[in-house]
């Protein structure tokens, strides 16, 4: 908008601002040409007899007088136009002048003949002489005024064309999906954008291989955990069983082994979603079953904690199967923490409720429990990583490494989901819903 | 004609275009709508078509002086608009009294526009000459508007501001000494001293007098009220513009 229209408001500055003073170096380019014309016709005018003057008026518009200038006397008047009085009208001193007569200005001209002491005085009508001028002069710059607002569709179509190529860069730039850092590609790159381009899709690069070698290291690193972690694991067991008289400190440090072990294990489950990883591994997958062998995986948790676990499906998700495009590990993986943290959250004998049902085009996830919830300040930030609800001092004093949830929300964006927290509709506690795309759905 | 045409539109057009690009800058530099500059654009023009029609009635009013002291009282109208746009900090913001200056400003510039036009009705072989000065002339000042706009915004805030500000107070002078010249024609205030003659300097009638008239309201021979009027306006709103908004007074309201 701005380009358009400072570039049409310069175009009719200049051109205007010619056109005026085109106009009026026009319109003094023909006084002169009319002085010429008036001069010249004054020489031919000495050249007809006195007595053929009064016939030139109906030839041009355009009047004369002939005098006769005799020495010591005041100068007489020989002949002169019907359209020009008898008396003197301006002062017979060879050059222009102006008269006014007839109910007209005249522009005058006095010539000296040089021969028999002859003066002719010719005059023509300043108006007819502006009107001439006024109408040829108005004729060459009509056309720049009336031409100009297809000027200004041309300078609108132009700067248009120019600066697609930039607003293609920016949608591109814009749709980038979170951590896509391909290249971008324009259909056409002027000469003057190349270079833009061609710093973006570097800087692009550098930051793919900053993220690369950081998930690389945090991969290798928790990979290599592993096995001194699982050692160490096995040395802590034994140590209990010798050192029965320590066995509360060795309870202490194994709780601790494993909540590092747990740790390294999301840190490599992360690693195994990211969408690289991911690329191209999506198949059709029913929700409601794939739950069902979750819940029956962690059954043993959920029973050693004697909670009471529900599964809950509607008609349509069970008969007509509520299918999603996903990862089966991904999927699996998202299940089990929701259900995870339910089930850790919600002291003994309490509940746990995970719903799977479907609309016209999605299927949604909930599962929900009656521990003590989420308050609602705090929502938005138990998908952060390493966050946790009050801090490591959690109030509930269950251990965990704040990475469960944001590894739940990192599965829900690659499979086009969105994850909300909300109250369970137990009496209190925290009801988490994902909502897929249904696969098959019209229009989803 | 064409030349006399041309000044003539581009001096009204050039005294709208002034106020609508620094009062519409201004809006931009506070965050306000732009919505505003449409409704007070066809306010004002449908004002000036209204006046002009009606301009022979008014012209009888007060003792055949109708018309200079109604268009004193617009120019009265804008100054007291801009003064209360500048007078609360708080208020800076406010839209309804950058409508009412506009409005009155495009009433009062268009109405000299349409009655110098109307005198060429009956004939109608100047026609042509006059609306091509009048749209050269309108183009001239309509585009120097729009560049003026843009370079304001342009500018850094601060800047920005200051020059907006600026242009205001010079604007706000104008339209006083205009509307004391206009009372003085009328012989509703006496003529008082002149207080500098600089026609032999720069005519007023002469194309950058009149540019001059337009912007910044140059009089070659100004009375001693003219002076007065402009100065006092001007300085009031200088002084206006000094004062800074504070947190206390907000962000200002509008319509």
Redesign the interface.
Same mark, same amino acid.
């Given at each position: 908008m701005?380009l358009v +229209?400072?570039t049409?408001?310069?175009l *009719?500055?200049v051109v205007? +601002?010619s056109? +005026?003073h085109g106009?009026?170096s026009g319109m003094a380019e023909a006084e002169r040409l009319f002085d010429g014309q008036l001069q010249e016709q004054a020489h031919l005018a000495t050249s007809v007899g006195s007595e053929r003057l009064a016939t030139l008026d109906k030839v041009a518009n355009i009047a004369f007088q002939h005098w006769q200038l005799a020495p010591g006397q005041p100068a007489r008047l020989l002949a002169h136009t019907d359209n020009i009085p008898g008396t003197a009208l301006v002062a017979l001193e060879p050059g222009f002048g102006h008269a006014n007569f007839g109910g007209y200005r005249w522009r005058t001209y006095v010539h000296f003949a040089g021969r028999d002491d002859v003066v002719v005085v010719a005059a023509a009508r300043t108006d007819i002489r502006y009107r001439l001028a006024?109408n040829v002069i108005?004729e060459a710059?009509?056309p720049v *005024?009336l031409w100009?607002p297809l000027s200004g569709l041309l300078v609108w179509f132009v700067v248009g064309r120019g600066l697609r190529p930039l607003e293609q860069l920016a949608e591109q730039l814009h749709g980038k999906q979170f951590r896509e850092l391909s290249a971008v590609a324009l259909e056409r790159c002027p000469s003057e954008l190349e270079t833009v381009v061609d710093s973006v899709n570097r800087l692009l690069e550098r930051l793919r291989e900053a993220f690369e070698r950081e998930k690389r290291f945090v991969a290798d690193a928790a990979h290599e955990l592993r096995t001194p972690i699982a050692v160490l694991r096995v040395q802590v067991h034994n140590f209990r069983e010798r050192l029965p008289e320590h066995a509360d400190e060795l309870r202490a440090l194994e709780g601790a082994v494993e909540r590092m072990q747990h740790l390294v294990e999301q840190i490599l489950t992360l690693h195994r979603l990211s969408p690289e990883q991911l690329h191209g591994r999506f198949v059709p997958l029913d929700l409601h079953g794939l739950v069902q062998e979750v819940v029956a995986a962690c059954y043993d948790t959920i029973e050693a904690r004697r909670q009471h676990v529900e599964l809950v499906g509607d008609t349509d998700a069970v008969e007509r199967r509520a299918l999603v495009a996903a990862d089966r590990f991904a999927l699996e993986t998202l299940v089990r923490n929701l259900l995870d943290n339910a089930v850790k959250y919600t002291p003994e004998g309490g509940n746990v409720r995970v719903g799977v049902s479907c609309g016209p085009a999605e299927v949604v996830l909930e599962v929900e429990d009656d521990g003590p919830g989420i308050p609602r300040a705090a929502r938005e930030r138990v998908f952060e990583r390493f966050h946790r609800v009050g801090g490591d001092a959690h109030a509930s004093g269950v251990s965990g490494c704040g990475l469960g949830l944001a590894i739940v929300r990192n599965i829900a964006e690659l499979h086009g989901a969105r994850v909300e927290v909300g109250d369970s509709r137990f009496a209190s506690g925290a009801r988490f819903t994902v909502v897929f795309r249904r696969l098959g759905a019209i229009g989803g | 004609?064409?030349?006399t045409t041309?000044v003539l539109v581009l001096r009204e057009m050039l005294e709208a275009a002034l106020i609508v690009s620094v009062l519409l800058g201004w809006s931009v530099l506070h965050g306000r709508s732009r919505r505003w500059i449409g409704v007070a654009l066809v306010t004002g023009i449908a004002g000036a078509a209204v006046y002009a029609v009606n301009a022979a009635a008014v012209s009888e009013w007060f003792d055949y002086v109708g018309m200079e002291v109604v268009n004193a009282a617009m120019q009265f109208a804008v100054c007291t608009a801009l003064l209360v746009l500048a007078a609360r900090p708080a208020a800076r913001a406010a839209t309804w009294p950058m409508l009412v200056a506009v409005s009155l400003a495009v009433v009062r510039e268009g109405f000299e526009i349409l009655l110098y036009l109307s005198g060429f009705v009956a004939d109608r072989g100047a026609w042509?000459?006059v609306a091509?000065g009048s749209?050269?002339g309108a183009?001239?000042g309509?585009?120097?508007g729009?560049?003026l706009f843009?370079l304001v915004v342009g500018l850094r805030r601060v800047r920005a501001l200051r020059v907006a500000e600026l242009l205001i107070a010079l604007f706000a002078g104008n339209m006083a000494a205009q509307g004391v010249l206009l009372l003085i024609q009328a012989d509703w205030i006496p003529g008082g001293v002149q207080v500098w003659n600089t026609a032999g300097l720069l005519a007023e009638d002469s194309v950058l007098g009149q540019l001059l008239y337009a912007l910044i309201g140059y009089e070659a021979t100004p009375s001693i009220w003219q002076v007065t009027a402009y100065a006092g306006v001007f300085c009031l709103l200088f002084v206006f513009f000094l004062r800074r908004p504070t947190r206390a007074d907000g962000n200002g309201s509008g319509p």
């Open positions: 701005f +229209v400072a049409l408001a310069m *009719v500055l205007f +601002v056109a +005026v106009y009026r006024d108005i710059i009509m *005024v100009l | 004609m064409l030349l041309v042509s000459t091509l749209a050269l183009g001239i309509i585009s120097a729009a560049l843009y």
